[in-house]
C-alpha cells in the first residue's frame, strides 16, 4: 500500500514542530507567559555591541508617560536573537553597522549622529545613514512585536468576538 502524499505531509510537518509552536495560542492571548527573551543570553552581540544597541533602540523609541520604550521591551535581545539566527552577510552589516555609529560617537554625541542618521533616512549617503533604516527597521519590528509594545503601547486587546465593527471615533473623520 503506497502512502498519499499528503498524509506523508502532514506526518513530516507534524513532527518537526516544536512544542513550544504548539502553544501558539496561548501566545496569542491576553494572558500569555513572559517573553522567552526575558531570559535570552546574547551570542551575537558583543557586551560592548550590546550596550551601543541598547541605547541606540532606546533613543529610537524611548520611555515616555505611555510606555517603558525599547530597553524595556528587550528589543536588543529580539535583535541578537534575529541577526544570530541570520546571514553572515547580515551578520557582517550589523557588525560593520555598530562600529559606524561607534566610531562616529567619538567625535559627537550618540544622539547627534543618531539624528544625522535618520535625516538620510529617504537618500543615505554614508554608512551610518544606510544602518539606521536596518537599525531602526529591527527596532520597530522588536517593540511592536513585543507584550508591551502590542498591548501597553498599541492597547491591543485581541481575541474577541465584536457583534459589529466599531466606527471611527476621530472628529475630523465624522463630515
Known sequence: MQTERRTLLKILSASALPVTALDATVQCA??????????????????????LLETLTDLIIPADDHSPGARAARV??????????????????????LAAFASAAQ????EAVLAKAAAE????????GR???????????GYYTSNLGIM???????????????????PEHKA
Open 76 to 97: 536588543p535581545a529580539f535583535a541578537d536573537l534575529m541577526i544570530s539566527t541570520g546571514t553572515d552577510r547580515a551578520k557582517a552589516a550589523w557588525r560593520s553597522g
Open 121 to 128: 533616512e529617504e537618500r543615505p549617503t554614508t554608512d551610518v
Open 30 to 51: 491576553g494572558n500569555a507567559p513572559a517573553s522567552d527573551l526575558a531570559n535570552h543570553r546574547f551570542v551575537f552581540f558583543t557586551p560592548a555591541e550590546q550596550a
Open 107 to 110: 567625535s559627537q554625541s550618540l
Open 131 to 141: 544602518f539606521f533604516i536596518d537599525l531602526k527597521r529591527m527596532t520597530v519590528d
Open 152 to 170: 501597553q503601547e498599541l492597547g491591543y486587546i485581541g481575541n474577541q468576538h465584536l457583534k459589529a465593527a466599531p466606527g471611527c471615533d476621530h
